[in-house]
């Protein structure tokens, strides 16, 4: 019986990665498409109906083409931090509060805290074995961008958790069956929403990858799979921040079509926001998190500790 049982959720993670990539490959689809008409201009729309075969395409292209490694890069490092990277934005996905077959996490937030973290080793050490100065230079700002931004991330996480009292994503749900968190606060919402677009290094965040001045950051020297699995860690996070913002402040996690209603209107933000906003400039970004982000989440906590100190 135990065998079953574990060849089941075995069954269950194998179609979750599964939905995850072919999840990756309509968003970078739907990106293109929204940014061409951001653009006016033409998205892909030759390869099948509507360009629906793109992804598929830009798959079999990227993984066929020949693997370059630079001669004087660390290469095994350079070889593994891709793969390293990709597998991390996929463990994140076991966080999801299935109601059924996958694995329970009743400390979510301690595991998420941990994933995100050991996202930053990887472009740090993809950057320095490349043995490139663009690409140094693009990992460390990646590095001190993400290290920044996951202060700010993990205070407004608090008040949340404050509310619920709990690490477990499952409570959100729970707790949000009479009126969202969005409602009470929208503060912190919008806070939360910028810090994943700087966690993901997103547009007007992007400093890793701000090709006018470092050349595409710390990827610069990765070619076809190792290029396409940093492509596919970076959306793949995309994909879960959005569903992380829905658990958190838009009514928790459901079987519903609302619920993917809402994941899909907030990874159309992420991409709204690459195709309308300039890129930041690095201080002021450091700025943004350290003198503005900080004060409204530790004031914010202070506020959902005294509520919650008053209602007890």
Not at 78 to 100: D, N
Not at 124 to 138: E, H, K, P, T
Not at 167 to 179: G, T, V
């Amino acid at each position: 019986m135990y065998f079953y049982d574990l060849l089941l959720v075995l069954i269950g993670v194998v179609i979750l990665i599964l939905g995850v990539l072919i999840g990756v490959a309509f968003l970078t689809l739907l990106e293109r498409s929204i940014l061409g008409y951001i653009q006016i201009r033409k998205g892909p729309n030759k390869v099948g109906f509507f360009g629906l075969l793109q992804p598929f395409s830009d798959a079999i292209k990227l993984f066929n083409k020949e693997g370059t490694y630079p001669h004087f890069s660390n290469y095994f490092c350079y070889y593994f931090s891709p793969i390293f990277s990709f597998i991390l934005s996929l463990l994140l996905w076991v966080l999801i509060p299935y109601l059924f077959n996958l694995i329970y996490f009743n400390l979510g937030v301690l595991f998420f805290f941990c994933l995100t973290s050991m996202g930053v080793y990887s472009i740090m050490i993809a950057g320095w074995s490349s043995n490139s100065n663009y690409a140094l230079l693009g990992g460390l700002r990646s590095v001190a961008q993400t290290i920044s931004y996951e202060v700010s991330m993990a205070l407004i996480f608090m008040s949340g958790i404050l509310l619920v009292m709990g690490f477990d994503f499952f409570y959100f749900n729970l707790y949000q069956n009479m009126i969202w968190f969005i409602f009470i606060m929208i503060p912190l919402f919008m806070c939360f929403f910028s810090s994943l677009l700087a966690e993901t290094n997103r547009t007007p965040f992007d400093f890793a990858e701000g090709e006018s001045e470092l050349v595409s950051g710390f990827n610069v020297k990765y070619s076809s799979g190792g290029f396409a699995l940093i492509f596919l860690a970076e959306y793949s996070s995309i994909l879960f921040m959005s569903m992380l913002l829905v658990i958190l402040y838009l009514g928790g996690y459901s079987l519903s079509l609302l619920f993917y209603l809402k994941l899909s209107l907030i990874s159309f933000l992420f991409i709204w926001v690459r195709g309308t906003l300039p890129r930041y400039r690095y201080d002021k970004l450091m700025y943004l998190a350290w003198k503005s982000y900080l004060p409204i989440s530790l004031n914010y906590l202070l506020l959902m500790l005294g509520i919650k100190v008053y209602l007890l």
